[in-house]
């Protein structure tokens, strides 16, 4: 540790222990003196003592240059302790303390002679760690600063009279108090006061972990975001929950970023999640404990405030649980237990500051709770054995000291999130030398920063030639087709030239890098660097490489366009003898054309249109993005010159140029997402291009920065001139990419890899400079990234998690087929298939309440030899024979399947899913023959001990009791009774996440309108008959809205259409269950779509 040995009391001129603690010998003789102690001891090395010597003397030699501008102000020990001594008293090492001193300096050590010979010092009653914490001395502190004089004491005797008569006082040790609390431990080694919570005692924090879906969470959730990067990933699955109302802030920069800014979201209980606490994490590559633990606390006081002051939250309690995901630890390179002693340690700050306000009742409600979630099973294990240990250290409570599964949880081999992680390098340019004489105007520095989020390596500087490095561009970006014009020779001068010899080893190990830059440095064409000795492909074709520029961020709240609408500008129309037009981005613009309209959206294509025709285009009406194939220029003096070639004439002989440039699009009111500005190869064709020339790739890092400032989040341009062919193929992949759901860094690498295979010899991979956040995505319907699976446990793993995402409201069927096709096809294509997975494709088509591909598996599955069969999958195989039989209408069949499972029951006893299902069967049985006799004959079964895995299957054997026993004049109470002692049963067997118990309520409402006639609810209160029905649908929409399986709504419909087909025509119940039948119906319609 090194500095330590350098806060010990130095001894210098005023110190009275005349020991040299520089000496190795001194250690020694105290590690043999104290016996007691001695396995703790730790020797200083040599070294160390070497330089503890050096700063020593330098300290001693220190003599202050302005003695008469300083001022020392000298703290007083809150306890009048302040260590100044030892002696070896029975083998153990005692401490003597003096009154005169603030508890770390005695005022003998500290205080310099010059300043205590002048009377420049004064005296407080402040402990060393609070000097610069108590305010009531900061008026005297600022008085000094202003005048030179203060009302503050120099006479030491004015503290504490009583105590410095006697400098002197031995005490003994005492044992030394160890925490793991930030806050405690360094009040301990600065003497600080810790805050006086006026004798509240505060209990540690609670925490759980739960493996699910954010929907699902306990408590408002908290999630980080990192200032100037996109809502994705875990965040864009809580925007969706939310109903888009994060983007829609996030678009119009009123978002968290910087640490200290929070968003915080309360919503009814009845939603899920009921609420949100979005916090700023500040920059990504800055992120540390204390900055997340910061965050948290400073995001739950203000959140707390929030609450209060909303007059609709008048008399209610702040949550007193909170639930959490794991933040930074995805893309802040924080590990899982730094992100959660964080976490903890911020709500325990937040704790502490509230609950020393006693003065307001409600500062009493703190949140007791963490729940952390966490969506994948291996990230839920970890934290499991963290809070385990957290546990076990007395760091905090772990209860239930147990994963809590809840709907939505994943399973996974192995996370690897090294792909969606991405290096900072940042390039500034910099003074070559401090001063005002004239630096050389063709010498340039530039100042280098890596950050990986683990360690990082700063201001690492290079000086270049600006002519040189010009000269070896020119000859790299040359421009004649007939050439090979990719050097490998000169990418690698570029590379050994360009980056500082510290960073090199880094930057060759090719991982993803976002290239932070100011104006000069976004110049260079940073894309074309290759290291030769270690790969022959470039670093940006085997990383990702996505630039930013170093600049404020658009302040202006810009609106984007949200209807999914495209402008095409290919190969405006120029005049004869000026430019020649470019066939090959006639064919890109329709090409992307096409891509576009693939994807259902309303494309407005300008190709070969006139300057008018581009600019009326482009203002009456709002685009999502814009795509641009055409000349381009650059003009340094003079931005008006600078920008893409939509027009150009020969007036008096010369050529007038029109432009599109950044101006035009900044006075757009609803600004693009994203613009792609491609620039051909076919525009250097002949002499008359002579005058018409690019700045070697300054076009684009121009451009680039002009749109970006001006609220572009992603802009793609070509530094020069590139290949027709290869620019297609850019654009095709890039499009291809990104409207398959791939990030915009990922995209910006397939497109460059793809131009590398084709051509290497090529550079357009290198041409395109991309700006922006490189986990941007585009947002449209099909934006889902086909999965690749090659092992068989990766598709195993997949269909459990469609099979638990069937169960999620929000997922609809096609998006879930799509998956499950997807997987069908990745085991054709890598022969993956066996029995297991062939009934994990049945049990999954059976979830989706796909009958007829379920059977289908099922019986492929009896077909394979040696396969495994489980009796689960034989009891589905039966339901969906059943079923199918009941709209044959064919009796034979169903009362041979009846007998099947009867011999099952007989074989191996009676389960509660066993037993629902002859349920089932019976009551089809009666349905399909119309016989009231066999409905009315239907026995209920003993109740099975309910199971965790069972959730929905005892609420549907609950469904067929009810018909049974109101078929046998069986009374309402009996059904009561019965119901209350199943939900008992619930409450202490289960990890109820609220589906049980509200969807056995929603039964028992119905058999209570069969029964009476009337609906009583939970309460007691009488629901009108007027109002019967909005009621069951809205307790049915709560059921739903917490698992929303289909095949609990085809169950529900069954069920209610068999108790309709048995209820008299004049009954009460029945339009108001035909209502609830047709609401069921409208959301299996919902989601097939």
């Not at 979005?278 to 948290?296: D, K, N, P, Y």
């Not at 000169?490 to 050994?496: A, D, G, M, P, T």
């Not at 399986?1045 to 209820?1063: G, P, W």
């Amino acid at each position: 540790y090194p500095g330590l040995l350098e806060l010990l009391h130095l001894n210098i001129k005023n110190g009275i222990l005349y020991k040299d603690i520089t000496n190795q010998s001194f250690w020694n003789d105290l590690h043999q003196a104290d016996q007691k102690f001695s396995s703790n001891w730790v020797i200083p090395d040599l070294s160390d003592l070497t330089q503890l010597s050096a700063f020593k003397q330098s300290v001693e030699n220190y003599s202050i240059p302005n003695p008469e501008s300083v001022y020392y102000i000298a703290g007083k020990s809150k306890d009048n302790r302040t260590p100044e001594n030892y002696s070896i008293i029975d083998q153990s090492i005692e401490f003597e303390f003096t009154p005169e001193g603030d508890g770390t300096v005695t005022w003998k050590e500290g205080i310099p002679s010059q300043l205590k010979d002048i009377n420049h010092v004064y005296y407080v009653n402040a402990s060393h760690g609070q000097l610069a914490n108590d305010k009531k001395f900061f008026p005297g502190i600022l008085s000094i600063l202003n005048t030179g004089t203060t009302y503050l004491s120099k006479d030491p005797e004015t503290l504490s009279r009583n105590t410095l008569h006697n400098p002197y006082t031995q005490i003994y040790r005492s044992p030394i108090e160890f925490t793991n609390n930030a806050e405690e431990l360094e009040n301990s080694l600065f003497d600080a006061d810790p805050i006086d919570y006026e004798n509240s005692t505060l209990d540690k924090i609670n925490v759980c972990i739960s493996n699910g879906d954010l929907k699902y969470a306990d408590g408002p959730i908290m999630v980080g975001h990192f200032k100037g990067e996109y809502i994705a990933k875990a965040e864009g699955d809580l925007n969706d929950a939310f109903g888009g109302m994060l983007m829609k802030r996030f678009e119009n920069k009123v978002y968290p970023g910087s640490i200290g800014t929070s968003l915080f979201i309360m919503r009814d209980k009845k939603n899920r999640p009921n609420g949100a606490l979005i916090l700023g994490l500040g920059e990504q590559f800055e992120t540390t404990g204390f900055t997340l633990s910061t965050a948290v606390k400073e995001g739950i006081i203000d959140a707390f405030h929030q609450f209060h002051e909303n007059p609709s939250n008048d008399g209610e309690a702040f949550p007193s649980k909170i639930s959490s995901l794991l933040m930074g630890t995805a893309y802040g390179n924080l590990s899982v237990e730094t992100s959660l002693k964080s976490i903890i340690t911020g709500v325990e700050m937040a704790n502490k500051t509230l609950a020393a306000k006693q003065d307001e009742p409600y500062y009493e409600n703190i949140i007791k709770s963490i729940e952390f979630i966490e969506i994948f099973a291996d990230k839920a294990y970890t934290t499991y054995y963290i809070l385990s240990k957290f546990h076990e250290e007395g760091f905090t409570r772990f209860d239930p000291d147990t994963i809590t599964i809840k709907q939505g949880a994943l399973k996974n081999l192995s996370i690897d999130y090294s792909s969606d992680k991405w290096d900072q390098l940042t390039i500034r340019s910099t003074k070559l030398w401090e001063g005002n004489s004239p630096h050389p105007a063709h010498y340039k520095k530039f100042a280098f920063s890596l950050n990986n989020g683990i360690a990082k390596e700063e201001n690492r500087e290079v000086t270049i030639n600006k002519t040189q490095i010009n000269t070896l561009l020119t000859k790299l970006i040359k421009e004649n087709e007939s050439e090979k014009n990719w050097d490998q020779a000169i990418s690698k001068v570029l590379f050994e030239r360009l980056i500082p010899q510290e960073l090199k080893t880094t930057i060759r190990m090719q991982k993803n890098l976002v290239i932070n830059l100011d104006s000069e440095a976004a110049a260079y064409p940073w894309e074309l660097i290759q290291d030769t000795n270690v790969n022959d492909k470039p670093i940006c074709v085997t990383a990702g490489m996505i630039r930013q520029l170093n600049q404020k961020t658009c302040l202006s709240k810009k609106i984007y366009g949200e209807e999914n609408r495209v402008l095409i500008i290919g190969d405006p129309q120029l005049e004869p003898n000026t430019y020649p037009q470019l066939s090959g981005a006639v064919l890109e613009a329709n090409s992307v054309t096409e891509i576009f309209v693939g994807n259902e959206f309303q494309t407005t294509s300008i190709v070969k249109g006139s300057e008018i025709d581009i600019m009326m285009s482009l203002y009456e009406q709002t685009y999502k993005y814009i795509h641009i194939a055409a000349h381009g220029d650059f003009d340094p003096t003079e931005s008006l010159n600078s920008g893409v070639l939509i027009g150009a004439k020969i007036e008096n002989g010369e050529i007038v140029k029109s432009f599109l440039t950044a101006a035009d699009i900044i006075q757009l009111d609803v600004m693009p997402e994203f613009v792609f500005i491609n620039t051909c190869y076919s525009g250097k064709t002949n002499a008359v291009d002579a005058s018409f020339t690019y700045n070697p790739y300054e076009f684009a890092s121009n451009i680039g920065e002009e749109f970006i400032a001006n609220g572009v989040k992603a802009i793609i341009v070509a530094g020069w001139p590139v290949y027709d062919d290869m620019a297609l193929l850019f654009a095709d992949r890039f499009y291809e990419n990104m409207f398959s759901g791939s990030t915009f860094g990922e995209a910006v690498l397939n497109a460059r890899q793809a131009c590398f295979s084709a051509e290497p010899n090529k550079n357009t991979w290198g041409a395109y400079q991309c700006y922006g956040d490189p986990m941007f995505r585009f947002k449209t319907k099909n934006a889902s990234k086909p999965k690749v699976f090659k092992l068989p446990q990766e598709a195993a793993f997949e269909l459990d998690n469609i099979i638990t995402q069937t169960d999620i409201p929000q997922l609809k069927y096609n998006k879930l087929i799509s998956k499950l096709q997807n997987v069908e096809e990745n085991m054709l294509r890598f022969n993956l298939t066996n029995g297991q997975l062939l009934e994990k494709l049945a049990f999954a088509n059976y979830s989706l309440g796909n009958d007829d591909e379920a059977l289908k598996k099922l019986n492929s599955l009896l077909e394979l030899d040696g396969a495994s069969f489980s009796i689960r999958s034989y009891e589905h195989m039966l339901d969906i024979q059943s079923r199918k039989a009941v709209k044959e209408k064919d009796i034979d069949a169903l009362q041979k399947i009846t007998d099947k499972l009867k011999i099952l029951i007989q074989e191996l006893g009676e389960s509660s899913s066993r037993a629902l299902l002859l349920l089932n069967f019976m009551q089809r049985m009666a349905y399909a023959t119309k016989d009231v006799k066999a409905f009315q004959s239907i026995q209920i079964p003993s109740l099975k001990q309910p199971k965790p895995s069972n959730k929905y299957n005892l609420v549907e054997l609950v469904s067929i009791q009810s018909a049974a026993l109101l078929s046998q004049g069986k009374t309402l109470k009996d059904l009561e009774i019965h119901l209350k002692s199943i939900y008992k049963e619930l409450k202490i067997n289960t990890q109820s996440n609220g589906f049980q118990e509200k969807a056995l309520w929603l039964q028992f409402y119905i058999t209570q309108l069969i029964v009476t006639k009337k609906v009583t609810d939970k309460d007691g209160k009488h629901i009108s008959t007027s109002k019967i029905g909005k009621f069951l649908i809205g307790e049915f929409q709560e059921v739903w809205d917490i698992k929303g399986s289909l095949r609990y709504v085809k169950n529900q419909i069954e069920s209610l259409e068999i108790t309709l087909h048995f209820l008299p025509e004049d009954h009460l119940a029945k339009p108001i269950l035909k209502e609830l039948v047709d609401y069921c119906q409208e959301i299996d319609e919902k989601m097939m779509r």
